[in-house]
């Protein structure tokens, strides 16, 4: 009887400090997730961080964000990434796919095999799917097909959406380094806004 009650206590302690584990969020992206031309707490990722743990929510973030990184290099290092527990696994990826003007079924396929292993390895895991956009140049066929990638893998998979990462930032000198297509310090700040009110339900 004393045993059985010794495995019981141990387990409501394990429990008990399962629950009180911080729900760890990982950002797997590109250079826009990694803080391209910045310091890794200027990203979008480490201010989301600030922004929950602020609204009282015990959550760790990771960034996997490494810049250059296309849907083939993500799946690539997908299975190193995921060595750790997750909680939320936010997907920015495919931007370079796009700019590169890469087959689109490649970039479908390479997003879907990412979101296999991740819930593979996390059945638990909530999926979110950060939409991106393509320059008007490479035709309109291509990039109307390349944004439509994003809300119908979120629908197939039952992730949630960000419609547009770069919501009020994209095309706005004041909130892009000088190469104009990546955010500075401010627009990082506005990404965040975006992502923390797409993540903050998910997490309660």
Known sequence: MMVVNKVLII????????????????????????????????????????????????????????????????????????????????????ANDGLRGLPLAQTRNNLQAIIDKVKSKNPEVKIVLAGMMVPPNLGNEYTSEFRNIYPEMAKKNNATLIPFLLEGVAGDGKLNIADGIHPNVEGHKIVAGTVVKIIEPLLK
């Open 11 to 94: 387990a409501l302690v394990l429990l008990f400090k399962v629950d009180l584990a911080p729900k760890t969020i990982l950002f797997f992206g590109d250079s826009i997730t990694a803080g391209y031309g910045l310091s890794p707490e200027d990203a979008f990722p480490a201010h989301v961080e600030a922004a929950l743990v602020k609204k009282g929510l015990d959550v760790k973030v990771v960034n996997a964000g490494l810049s250059g990184e296309t849907s083939a290099g993500g799946l690539s290092r997908i299975d190193w990434i995921l060595r750790q527990p997750i909680d939320v696994f936010v997907l920015e990826l495919g």
